[in-house]
């Protein structure tokens, strides 16, 4: 069984930057999690999809909100996705979730039920 752990959420000022990891066990990699990514859900809202990367050759996708200051990454040795988030600002405050699915990544990127696994969330404050 697949198990996600989410860390790096935490507090910062508009601007600001922070790095979110996702470490994923419990699994054979490359079968189980060929897609990684992640996911936020503001207060109120729906939750929506950040930004995936294909565990195999690295491929990624951005939600539009977040291109040119999100970045994701991957450390396959490490079993862990990587999300690094610049220019932070007050509307990206939400609980992160890292979420992995057995299928590829691909149009449509962010579909919800795509994604087997899903990890407990870490909160990200942003003012």
């Known amino acids: 069984h697949v198990q996600l752990v989410e860390s790096g959420g935490g507090s910062v000022q508009a601007g600001g930057s922070l790095t979110l990891s996702c470490a994923a066990s419990?699994?054979?990699?490359?079968?189980?999690?060929?897609?990684m990514g992640w996911f936020r859900q503001a207060p109120g809202k729906e939750r929506e999809g950040v930004t995936v990367?294909?565990?195999?050759?690295?491929?990624?996708y951005y939600a539009n909100i977040v291109k040119g200051r999100f970045t994701i990454s991957k450390d396959n040795a490490k079993n862990t996705v990587y999300l690094q988030m610049n220019s932070l600002q007050p509307d990206d405050t939400a609980i992160y979730y890292c979420?992995?699915?057995?299928?590829?990544?691909?149009?449509?990127?962010?579909?919800?039920?795509?994604?087997?696994?899903w990890g407990q969330g870490t909160q990200v404050t942003v003012s």
């Open positions: 979420a992995a699915a057995s299928s590829t990544c691909g149009w449509p990127v962010f579909v919800e039920a795509k994604f087997n696994y």
């Open positions: 990367i294909a565990t195999g050759d690295g491929t990624t």
């Open positions: 419990g699994y054979t990699y490359t079968r189980s999690t060929r897609c």
